[in-house]
């Protein structure tokens, strides 16, 4: 059943109300004030929320501007019931994000098709998202593929050959052979791993238990696990001397893996795109109960057209450089941090500077 709140301090109206949406085969839920309407919404999310204007504690304005800041609740349709609506009220309402007023007293019908309209709507965007999911999809079948034969090539046509050749190769070139095994397959792992988690990041997205389980999520203690990842990472590029920490401790409402990968991918992009001997910085600070992570590095850099195009299963110039990876990095970054109400953003200029923020609640 379409489940619908309504909140309203008078308890006739209320109670009317929700005895129209029962007859018409929705469940409504009741609300007595702002308070227990933004808990409910959180709780409970509705379909529609039907919001009485003047309220005492917290009035209509505020119930809204509060449901609209959460994730779980932000494009929940909200509809304000009002016996006032003047002009700065209704913009304000709208400035926050209302999708309709009603005014006091209204007909059930006129109730009842606001309630239609604006539901109504509500499949049109869901329809719109689903054929966004729809290109992904086919995005994936495009790219996939490809990326995952690359180093299975290299798996099978190593291993074929110490098969067939292994008494008559020398040890070294086994042992060489065996490397370029090892480098493919964790490659391969990378690859599906990443594929793994953007689907699952975009299931969450469209789950509000999911979303409001990864937003309860904390860990503590940040400024060693980011110290640790990026000496790996530095590490493993071989950028050792390169690499420049600025870390300040702090906890943060995300888990340890999430936060591992955030770094993860942030610094696999400013070593694979920046030159060796190019310095590349980590630094973290916190600013008004915010975790600010950001890594510069002084390498090929991007526009500002293409950094409004970045997408997952997308790369540039790929036909000028040789490039590994299905384009999924900083696409996984940023979801990671709208997820869990925070922002990503990036500021670069192309062959001097590229500065990548994520910022998350502390």
């Known amino acids: 059943m379409t489940k619908i709140l309504v909140i309203e301090d008078e308890e006739s109206i209320r109670e009317n109300i929700l005895e129209l949406l029962e007859a018409e085969n929705f469940q409504g839920i009741g609300a007595i004030n702002g308070q227990v309407g933004i808990k409910l919404a959180i709780a409970q999310i509705p379909d529609l929320i039907l919001c009485d204007m003047m309220m005492p504690e917290v009035d209509g304005h505020g119930v809204l501007k509060a449901l609209r800041s959460e994730p779980l609740t932000a494009t929940i ?111 391969l792992y990378r690859l599906i791993q990443n594929f793994l988690l953007y689907a699952e990041l975009e299931i969450a997205a469209t789950n509000p238990e999911l979303l409001k389980e990864m937003r309860n999520s904390e860990f503590s203690g940040v400024k060693s696990l980011l110290a640790e990842k990026a000496r790996q990472q530095a590490k493993q590029a071989n950028r050792t001397d390169d690499l420049h920490l600025n870390l300040q401790d702090s906890s943060v409402a995300m888990d340890s893996m999430r936060l591992t990968k955030i770094v993860e991918e942030l610094l696999d992009n400013a070593f694979k795109f920046s030159l060796e001997g190019t310095p590349v910085f980590l630094s ?12 510069k590095d002084r390498g090929r850099g991007m526009t500002a057209d293409r950094i409004a195009q970045l997408q997952a299963y997308r790369q540039f110039d790929r036909q000028l450089y040789q490039q590994a990876g299905l384009g999924l990095g900083l696409a996984i970054v940023q979801r990671l941090a709208e997820l869990h109400g925070g922002e990503f953003k990036i500021e670069s200029w192309p062959q001097q500077e590229t500065i990548v923020c994520v910022s998350l609640p502390v």
């Open 77 to 187: 349709p909200f509809i304000f019931l009002t016996a006032k609506a003047d002009k700065n009220d209704v913009r304000t309402g709208m400035e926050l994000g209302a999708d309709d007023y009603i005014t006091k007293p209204c007909t059930p019908q006129e109730l009842l098709k606001a309630i239609a309209i604006r539901l109504e709507k509500q499949k049109t965007i869901s329809r719109q998202s689903q054929k966004m999911l729809d290109e992904l999809r086919t995005n994936i079948s495009m790219s996939f593929p490809h990326e995952l034969r690359t180093p299975l090539n290299a798996i099978l046509g190593f291993s074929e050959l110490i098969l067939s050749e292994y008494q008559v190769l020398e040890e070294s070139d086994i042992l060489e052979m065996i490397g370029h095994i090892n480098t493919s397959g964790h490659r």
């Open 284 to 295: 973290s600070l916190v600013e008004n109960q915010t975790f600010i992570l950001s890594v």
